[in-house]
């Protein structure tokens, strides 16, 4: 229902919070465009308005005019597998996929313009209530990629196909003997407390891409070294993708990019670099984009707790933001470990045999179970169910 209570319009940048009735008739479907360059800004400096909004003070998700404008790639990889999920024909899939949207920030990607854009938007889908200063003196350090980054077609598949595996760390794993259909794809992808010791029959022992939030990484090594995550992976030709959800992400970040053992003070006295160990190259150290991020909350997982004044806190999971990932790099995707229908069966990590008992609140799991069926339902995705 709309509210009554006439709502104000807010001019800021040139856009405006909407109001009730234009929330109702605002759809995903929105044709995204690229932000301007710096040059074409408005502004010469952050805009002294928007450098004051806080999160805690909005009761609901602020919906801009600008919600559905993302960064695009401007040399997006050419993909040329007749079985990819990108010739889905599913409608839903196709109104709301965007194949060239900016997946990885760099150095190039901070500027005014795109500053003043992205401080609207809370941490990790914006920079709200950062400094400007701050975010860029670290985003200044991330290299631009040389080349399309992360994933490759192999050389033996004349069709240009690249499958690969998501691999969650859910309960239905455990005595699935997946291990060696896991290993046979092309790249595997893994997430923060991948626990592989022990586990080798039921979940493989390839690591491609390595996905973490520092937070969940750092607490992993300290929690979960008797279940046998005791270092990050470091596979041959790995690749670590960051999903920097908040402040301490990027000081993670900096600490990596800089070789110093100066810590940020999130992480106490763990020296995040030593466990990275020598094969620490930032060529091949991504970190996501707070478009990508946005866009797979706004077209995918908008939950309706967003309406609730705990809104800043939801966001997808870290299994979303991989699988979403290899959805845009890969071909073919097949995910293991996470959330099906019958879920309750199985324990809820495939390395422990109770549960923990903690209800992570700012995830809406349901909506995750939806989607995840959505996709698999439409052959989008391959979800296994152990049936």
Known sequence: ??????????????????????????????????????????????????ARIRKNNIKEIPLWMLEEVYLRDS???EMICRHSLRNSEDTEFKEAFIPDIQLFLHRDHINISE????????????????KYTEVKNIVDLIPKP??????????????????????ANGGILNGSKMGQTIDSHDYVFRMD????????????????????????????????QELGFRDVPTDEGISYVLVP????????LKTLLLKTSDLWKAYKNM????????NFDENKYYVLHPDFLRYIRNRYLKSWHLNEKS????????????????????????AYGFLTTNHRKFAETYFKKTDSGVDYLHYDYNLELELLERLHNSEVINLYKRQ
Not at 15 to 28: G, H, K, Q, S, V
């Open 193 to 224: 407390g991948a626990v592989i010791e022990g586990h080798e029959e039921d979940v493989g022992i390839r690591t491609s891409v390595f996905v973490h939030t520092a937070s969940t990484l750092m607490a992993s090594l300290d929690m979960i």
């Open 1 to 50: 229902m709309v509210s009554k209570q006439k709502r104000h319009f807010v001019c800021l940048l040139g856009y405006r919070i909407l109001t009730d009735t234009e929330r109702l008739n605002c759809t995903r479907n929105l044709t995204p465009v690229k932000t301007v360059g710096a040059s074409e800004g408005i502004f010469v400096g952050p805009h002294d308005v928007l």
């Open 245 to 252: 959800v908040g402040l301490g992400d990027l000081h993670f």
């Open 115 to 130: 500053w003043n854009r992205l401080v609207h938007f809370n941490n990790p889908f914006g920079f709200m209530g950062y």
């Open 271 to 278: 020296w995040q670099r030593y466990y990275f160990l020598d």
């Open 146 to 167: 040389k080349e399309f980054p992360l994933l490759a077609a192999p050389s033996t598949d004349k069709q240009g196909c690249v499958r690969c595996a998501v691999v």
């Open 311 to 334: 809104w800043k806190m939801f966001r997808p999971t870290s299994g979303a933001f991989s699988l979403f990932l290899a959805v845009h790099t890969c071909d073919i995707v097949n």
């Open 75 to 77: 040399q997006p990889k």
